[in-house]
């Protein structure tokens, strides 16, 4: 997902691993399980291997890779990478009851296997054993601790260098749409929806299948996209369920608000009885969704881009640029201020683990302290030196148009990479040269990766980038993100019963056939969400907010 380095595979990387065996290195040079190489009695390297759960679903990761077998070359560690299949809740579930752990597991799932006694505490195997994670991660240290004092998970990245400033959840739609509008300027969510429905009424069917004005992703603990949706036309962050005023610290419990939540269900019913709605959101699954946006026929939605990323890379793979999708920011009307670029921040409590069943978590957090090296960084999202990217006479990176080409495949990502290398430990921003960790933040990149109706729509709307659509982050907000923030017992309990309702109901209220049912429905659920401790969950969260911006 991020980082940086310049690769060199040399031929003397035995000798530099038995050098770096007898201790911890320092600075930014890459760190070595604790058992790599060392020889076993016929006088050959003896391999460590773990096993590591990623709780995201995606490809079967290949026993061998580009990448990971340099990697595995060079530290002497296997890692035997599986991923989720079916529901993460019910995969919890059965790993906790039956206390069957891999050694390493990768999850936003980390408060349950830490209530279940699963996880090894890291901060002591860090200090001992992870120059490179400590430096990534020291600036931020006490805010990884969880109640108990202890650091149980490593987010994906934490921010270096310079931030990037990078869209995530927006409301999306296709390019195509805005271009046959003549690039009307967007800023309501009223304004959206009707782009939309001239479009779809003009078009009622994409490539012969029908079209889809409006998609919605309810899948599991993915229906955020459906629930949260309405706190940005509010001119809220990203916070889920709260919106929070950083000056004078107040949150707003926003859930059963009638002038955000439900006028945003009120507007989604209004557009599901006139067909903008595909009929079938309420019981597609997320793989299912991804099709239907890869199939170039859904014209717009709700979401963050790392959900649906997989998607706009196949568009592009079939030739179907023109159906790929830009983001907007938008509001209930005019006089709301939007609020959608996050502040530099991290994933707390979430990310990469070690469970009680490790074996050698000695060896565990040495190899995931390469993976954070400078070296490590570098090689897993840029790749190698001269093959996978070039390097400008000014020490730009950047990739030239073979190998674009070549990475535009997924199937190619797959085999370089396994498209599993990002759940590690490292950084986001800038390295110390300027260059960005992620590749495809590099602004060499995104600017190559703009197409002639990219440029154009840019044109259209006075900017160079898509970035520049988007107000800056509000950086008052010290807190961000509020989801981010541990909570008691009883504030996690309050949270699994409003996710219970809000799958419920959003999606009856969604499909009412007339006011009088969406009305009905709407009492049922703020009667059933009124019924649990709203205000216990807002004092905590009131009181967390105010320590985190006093004191971060």
Known sequence: MNKKRALTIVASTTLLLSMMLGGCSSGNNANTPADAGKSDSGGQKAQTSFSYFVFDPGDNVPEHTKI?????????????????????????????????????????QTVKFEDAKALLPLEDLIEKNAPNIKRIYGPYWERLKAADGHIYALPQVAPTGTPIKGISAAFWIQKEVLKEAGYPKITTFDQYVDVLKAYYQKHPQIDGADTIPFEILTYDNRNFTLTT???????????????????????????TDENITKRYYAKLNEMFGAGMIDKEAFVSNYEQYLAKLSSGRVLGMFDQKWQFQTALDSLKQQGKANRMFVPLQLTFDDSIQP???DVPSMNYNMGFSITVNCKDPEGAIKYADYMASDEGQLLRNWGVKGEDYTVSDTGRFYRNDEQRAFFADPKNGLKTSGNILWYWPGSSGTMA????????????????????????????YGVTTYEELFDGPNMKRKYFPLWSIELTEKNKVFNQKLDDINKKYPPQMVVAKNAEEFEKYWKEYTTAVNKLDVKSWLDELTTKVKDRQANW
């Open 68 to 108: 990971g077998d340099i990697i595995e070359e060079k530290t002497g560690v296997k890692i035997v990478y599986e991923r989720l299949v079916g529901e993460k809740e019910q995969k919890v579930g059965v790993m906790i009851a039956g206390g069957d752990y891999p050694d390493l597991i990768n999850t936003d």
């Open 433 to 460: 040269d300027g260059n960005s960790y992620q590749q495809y933040q590099q602004p060499e990149e995104i600017a190559a990766g703009y197409d002639d109706m990219d440029k154009e729509l840019l044109k259209a």
């Open 229 to 255: 949706a309405m706190q940005f036309l509010a001119g809220g962050p990203n916070d889920s369920r709260a919106l929070v005023d950083p000056v004078e610290n107040k949150l707003t419990f926003y859930q």
């Open 339 to 341: 609020d959608y670029l």
